[in-house]
């Protein structure tokens, strides 16, 4: 599934009375279940109105690389004189004129999602929200959201029928609405009406008939959020139950028994498990098995058991005995574990990297050409979401780095930090602005900026080159974002 999806909650409003209680909650919960089927996924929360629009035109220029585009919003939303808003954090609700200038009108959005040219545009809103407290309803306007034309190819979901106010709670951390897409959204083979069909009859339920949702559709074809066909890969040569890795169980043969005990996350059991492989009869262990060995040999490793980190350490030497004809499937696992998590689907950020400089190594080794092949394959469809992608032989990342220069005295003795302002990959700005609050950076060494970089990027240190407007040695304090975070690759 060619999938992007940006999902937006905010809660903490300016006003005590405007506060809301699950809002955030809902957007974190459901941005994961759609991570899970196979979306790709931004997720922005507690946005003010710069970074509300931010989102939203980011959203709109990613979108034109996707078949599929979904918007999600959870938090208030008004109508004026018959227009939809969705508001941030910072929306002043002081007058309707006020509101309109802070808040993002819904049909903007919809334009953006009609620019990119997505075959199904989907936008499901969890709006119309008061602060439950004094109100067990959700809405600003008295009206709630006003009816609104969806364009071909679209279908907009509302929390609520046209006029209606929405519960903030009534399903556990969250609302009625929002708690009800998460009941169904794995059903399987289930079309996308008959989806909404089964959460507006459980919305109505829950709420004892005073909250009914509300979708219009000029959807052509049918879309499922779940298809059955849920691993995020392509045309992998291996059992489903060790690409999808948390399907596994074991045979109770020798090698399964040592995969269980990897698996466990148990250091007790990983360590004497991990040691057997030393000595195990490797001709009788099939293709699929050897490849969800590797997978569970880094993440043992990662998790700090000293044999398996040995094993990574050395890996070219530890390998020669794993290959199967020309290919080394362990090796294919060690490198689609990095990327690819227990479901066999794109991790999207969280990549297993830290070991990744001993076993990119590798990639100027000409017998392990095949397996770098391999996850070159794997990872094409996701390349505008990586910027290094390994190969063999392998490239360098050219990136380039500016500083500012800040002055500060410390007991006395006049100090120099130097700020990080930019960070540019083929001549393309990828820093994400800072948030403009001091409190949100902090100070770092030169090696530890570096770290940073080479995490935040997935990239070998050693397959970096770097310029930059100031000579290394006088980069003794930066100051950098809290949360580094770097925009994906357009």
């Given at each position: ?129 008061d602060n439950p407290l004094p109100s067990q ?148 262990i099939d293709e699929s098995t050897r490849f ?89 469809p996701f390349h505008e979401y990586l910027y ?103």
């Amino acid at each position: 599934m060619n999938a992007l999806a940006l999902v937006i909650g905010n809660a903490a409003y300016v006003q005590e009375k405007d506060k809301l209680i699950n809002a955030v909650k809902d957007a974190d919960d459901f941005a994961k279940k759609l991570v899970n089927l196979g979306f790709i996924v931004n997720k922005a929360t507690d946005c003010n109105h710069e970074q509300f629009d931010r989102e939203i035109r980011k959203f709109g220029e990613d979108l034109k690389k996707f078949d599929i585009g979904l918007f999600y919003f959870s938090g208030h939303g008004l109508q004026i004189k018959g227009i939809n808003y969705l508001t941030a954090i910072d929306t002043n609700f002081a007058d309707d004129i006020s509101a309109t200038h802070t808040s993002f009108p819904l049909d903007e959005i919809i334009n953006y999602m009609q620019a990119a040219k997505p075959i199904i545009k989907i936008l499901i809103l969890d709006a119309c929200r008061d602060n439950p407290l004094p109100s067990q309803y959700r809405g600003i306007n008295q009206d709630g959201l006003a009816p609104i034309y969806a364009p071909k190819g679209s279908i907009i979901a509302f929390s609520t029928s046209p006029g209606e106010k929405a519960m903030d709670y009534g399903a556990g951390r969250n609302s009625i609405y929002t708690g009800s897409l998460l009941n169904h959204i794995d059903d399987i083979n289930v079309p996308i009406e008959d989806f909404f069909k089964r959460v507006r009859t459980s919305v109505y339920t829950l709420s004892h008939g005073k909250q009914t949702s509300w979708e219009h559709t000029s959807l052509i074809g049918n879309f499922y959020f779940n298809s059955g066909q849920l691993v995020h890969s392509v045309d992998l040569p291996y059992k489903n139950e060790h690409i999808v890795d948390e399907l596994f169980d074991s045979s109770g043969s020798e090698i399964d028994e040592i995969i269980r005990k990897l698996k466990s996350y148990d250091w007790y059991k990983q360590s004497p498990a991990i040691k057997k492989l030393a000595r195990i009869d490797k001709s009788s262990i099939d293709e699929s098995t050897r490849f969800l060995l590797g997978r569970n040999i880094l993440q043992t490793a990662v998790g700090g058991e000293f044999t398996a980190n040995s094993i990574i350490k050395n890996l070219d030497e530890w390998l020669k005995d794993w290959f199967t004809g020309g290919e080394n499937h362990v090796l294919n696992g060690i490198l689609f574990e990095i990327y690819f998590n227990s479901k066999g689907q794109f991790r999207q950020k969280d990549f297993k990297d830290s070991l990744i400089y001993d076993i990119f190594k590798l990639e100027k080794v000409e017998r392990y050409k095949p397996s770098f092949d391999f996850i070159k394959s794997q990872l094409t469809p996701f390349h505008e979401y990586l910027y290094y992608i390994p190969s063999s032989p392998p490239t360098t990342l050219p990136i380039e780095l500016q500083f500012d220069e800040e002055k500060f005295m410390r007991e006395d003795v006049e100090k120099t930090a130097h700020r990080l302002i930019s960070i540019k990959l083929h001549d393309v700005e990828i820093l994400e602005p800072y948030s403009g609050n001091d409190y949100d950076t902090i100070s770092v060494s030169y090696d530890q900026f570096r770290e940073k970089l080479r995490e935040v990027l997935c990239v070998p240190l050693n397959r970096l080159r770097l310029s930059m407007n100031i000579e290394e040695e006088n980069l003794k304090m930066i100051y950098m974002p809290w949360e580094f975070k770097v925009n994906k690759m357009k």
